[in-house]
């Protein structure tokens, strides 16, 4: 039996080695980062800090402080906080009707769902709550058309070291992350992972079993690691040439973030099935599952459901996110935006290596790859009242929302250069003792 165990032992090999200026950073994390003392489970570690309010790229805490969003609610945020065709799309919404069921129309859904498929490669959308749920939906997808066509045993999903695609029992077995599998008992069973981005591996991993390859065209919780247009072509090529369904994970790049509709447009290249969420509710839970029609051919009457997915209040802001995104000149302006941003990111890159060793990423959808821990970045940034996201590989992402203005984004360089400054200093400091 292949896989159904996690190979606890393999996987902690891969922990990385910590470099030894480091040791400089090694003090006790305090008691209330550790344990809110709350009736919540204990599942987050949270910043000590509460916000009232949102407007635009800003967050406004009880106290009345006011904090720059880069972070965007992890790239959930697209159009910022309090947006107002949003606010009044949610708001005509809740004042008309809320919840009905998927056991009757929803013409909101409907209108959302052509809209979808009008702007992409697909035919068909599946409504969900999250990420994770759409992934779901995405994983059954593959393995039902190739049920329906006759190979059941057609079901293992090929995927990506360093991937994150959910917290469901399928989606930690997808991710492969030993620390997100960790207790959870045993793996489910049909993911076979190789390194990232090492395309010749994927190849020699196609078995007669395999149903599908599954894959973010740029790694978000990852360490934002853009996957290169050659390998995404050569991925399409593979699930041609052995009848595989090429999945994209666009749950955190997808609706813009990247300065296109969707990420897999840079490269030319189009998946048979892909899953949305985060930026398509602008806040507002929402996913979906999109697919060709051939793709979706397993997907008939009762064979998948939800209850709240899709729902009228859901709908309304997911087509009111799109009435913004879509419009004339959006998302060139994105680009743009992210040119200025990654630009001026570079530059204290090359002020304090000693803090920020790279910037990586496209659009909005930018990484500084730490040479300090990221933890200790972070909290240098939110000292100077910047919020950024923490993400693997040492990275700090920076997922501001899309609306963000030319001003915000130098007033956020400012602050990253002063957030780097100081921590270039304590380390300069700790070093000299
Ligand atoms: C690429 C990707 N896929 C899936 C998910 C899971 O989404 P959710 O947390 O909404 O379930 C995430 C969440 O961060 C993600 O970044």
């Known amino acids: 039996m292949r896989d159904v165990f996690v190979d606890f032992m393999a996987e902690k090999h891969d922990k990385p080695q910590?470099?030894?200026?480091?040791?400089?950073?090694?003090?006790?994390?305090?008691?209330?980062?550790?344990?809110?003392?709350?009736?919540?489970?204990?599942?987050?570690?949270?910043?000590?800090?509460?916000?009232?309010?949102?407007?635009?790229?800003?967050?406004?805490?009880?106290?009345?402080?006011?904090?720059?969003?880069?972070?965007?609610?992890?790239?959930?945020?697209?159009?910022?906080?309090?947006?107002?065709?949003?606010?009044?799309?949610?708001?005509?919404?809740?004042?008309?009707?809320?919840?009905?069921?998927?056991?009757?129309?929803?013409?909101?859904?409907?209108?959302?769902?052509?809209?979808?498929?009008?702007?992409?490669?697909?035919?068909?959308?599946?409504?969900?709550?999250?990420?994770?749920?759409?992934?779901?939906?995405?994983?059954?997808?593959?393995?039902?058309?190739?049920?329906?066509?006759?190979?059941?045993?057609?079901?293992?999903?090929?995927?990506?070291?360093?991937?994150?695609?959910g917290r469901t029992l399928a989606t930690i077995a997808a991710g492969g992350q030993y620390k997100y599998l960790e207790g959870f008992g045993p793996k489910v069973e049909g993911f076979d992972q190789v390194g990232f981005d090492d395309i010749d591996a994927a190849e020699k991993a196609i078995t007669s079993e395999t149903a599908a390859i599954l894959i973010e065209p740029v790694q978000g919780e990852g360490g934002i690691r853009p996957v290169p247009t050659q390998s995404l072509k050569r991925l399409r090529q593979l699930c041609e040439q052995h009848d595989l369904l090429l999945v994209f994970d666009e749950v955190q790049c997808g609706i813009g973030r990247t300065g296109k509709l969707f990420a897999h447009e840079w490269a030319g290249v189009t998946p048979d099935i892909m899953a949305v969420a985060k930026g398509i509710g602008g806040g507002f839970p929402v996913g979906a599952c999109l697919a060709t029609d051939e793709a979706a051919v397993g997907m008939t009457a009762g064979v998948h459901g939800t209850t709240f997915g899709g729902n009228p209040l859901a709908m309304a802001v997911g087509n009111a996110v799109l009435d913004v995104v879509l419009e004339d000149g959006f998302l060139e302006d994105v680009q743009r935006k992210a040119l200025l941003l990654k630009q001026g990111l570079a530059g204290v890159a090359d002020e304090f290596p000693d803090v920020i060793e790279d910037i990586r990423g496209t659009g909005l959808m930018l990484g500084l790859k730490c040479a300090a821990p990221n933890t200790k970045v972070n909290m240098a940034l939110r000292d100077q009242h910047l919020l950024a996201v923490p993400a693997g590989d040492n990275v700090l992402r920076l997922l501001p929302p899309l609306t963000v203005t030319d001003a915000e984004i130098h007033e956020a360089l400012d602050r990253i250069r002063a957030g780097a400054r100081g921590l270039s200093d304590a380390i300069a400091a700790a070093a000299a003792k």
């Open 18 to 165: 910590r470099p030894p200026l480091w040791r400089l950073f090694d003090f006790p994390v305090p008691e209330t980062h550790i344990m809110s003392g709350s009736a919540l489970f204990e599942t987050f570690t949270r910043a000590p800090l509460a916000f009232d309010h949102g407007e635009g790229t800003w967050l406004v805490t009880d106290k009345g402080e006011r904090y720059l969003d880069f972070g965007g609610g992890v790239a959930v945020n697209s159009l910022g906080h309090s947006h107002p065709h949003l606010v009044s799309a949610l708001t005509e919404q809740a004042a008309k009707l809320w919840h009905v069921s998927n056991l009757y129309e929803i013409p909101g859904q409907s209108r959302l769902g052509e809209r979808l498929a009008d702007a992409t490669f697909a035919d068909k959308v599946f409504f969900t709550n999250s990420g994770a749920e759409a992934l779901e939906c995405a994983i059954k997808t593959a393995r039902r058309y190739h049920f329906v066509k006759g190979h059941p045993e057609r079901f293992r999903i090929i995927t990506f070291e360093g991937a994150f695609h």
